[in-house]
């Protein structure tokens, strides 16, 4: 090894743990400064992760309005809207308990899925989350929000923080940019619950514990089941393409349900499709006899701006199945009456 070599990586360690005081750092002033946090008056459920990546936290935002709903709730669901690739100033309203008001271009790929996977929940975008709660409260009758990948939005004052990550992400992580941590694995200790993704329960315990988190459950990805997704299955084969933080994992998936994978194309997290995108796909399909085109449901959002495809594109729903689920809304639940004044 160089010095030169040596020299580099050195600084690159040294800027991880630089990145990791720094995130320490402002959570911290946060916490201390108790004052400075926003509040909205309705109760606020935070769902993040400590990691960049996909580790199942929208697929959880969904799960829990689509239980919301059933209490009786009015979620709404606020989100950065990460990308768009038109990031009006205010906020977007992407969805009201009537209909989807947005494009993807002013929603963004995750919170155009939502809104249409849980089609009476709110939706609200913008860079100021709180703006976008006190919006949802008074013109759309909000009464519960879910801070999507809220994690680190420590701005904003919260009722109930989830966790979602998997065995060993966290415990045997490091930060940026060395390894994939927001923060150092200290920070997950202000978590209020864990959902521990592609464990069983003891891995979720376990993890639990090295993390200092008292409520946990495990949970795994299951495909949902889609349109076309049967003569999928039957067919002599299919395409997968995907641009989601781990595209693997939905390989993976597909083939447990039982799709014979002829290729695979992946592409990077919240890749915006193009022409070029598309002849190359379609190349794919035709090496493979005319093969449907299998995709996530955030995928496929990304596709209709190009209208018309010159293949069969199928998008296959992917949802978290939790074992654990009464003991985290029956937390839920408690933290809702407690912001109520109701323990």
Known sequence: MSPGFELRFLDVVNFGALYAFAASA???WFERHPEARRRL???VISVGNLSVGG????PLVMALAEWLMAEGERPAVLSRGYRRSDPVDGVVVVSDVAAVRADLSRAGDEPLMIARAVPRAIVCVAEDRYLAGVLAERRLGATVHLLDDGFQHVQLARDF???VTSPGEITGGKPLPVGRLR????AAARADFVVVVDG???AARTEAWELGISGFASARRKIAGAQGAQSAQGASGAVAVAGIGRPEQFVALLREAGYQLVDTMSFADHHQYNARDVARIEAAARRAGEAVVLTTEKDAVRFEPLGALP?????IPMRLEVDGWDALTASLDAAL???RGQA
Do not use: C, M, W
Not at 55 to 58: Q, R
Not at 311 to 315: A, E, K, M, V
């Open 41 to 43: 008056v309705q109760p």
């Open 311 to 315: 293949f069969t594109l199928t998008p």
């Open 200 to 202: 069983d329960t003891d």
């Open 26 to 28: 402002r959570r911290s």
């Open 55 to 58: 580790t199942g936290k929208t």
């Open 183 to 186: 923060e150092s694995r200290a």
């Open 161 to 163: 923080d989830i966790l």
């Open 337 to 339: 009456r407690r912001a």
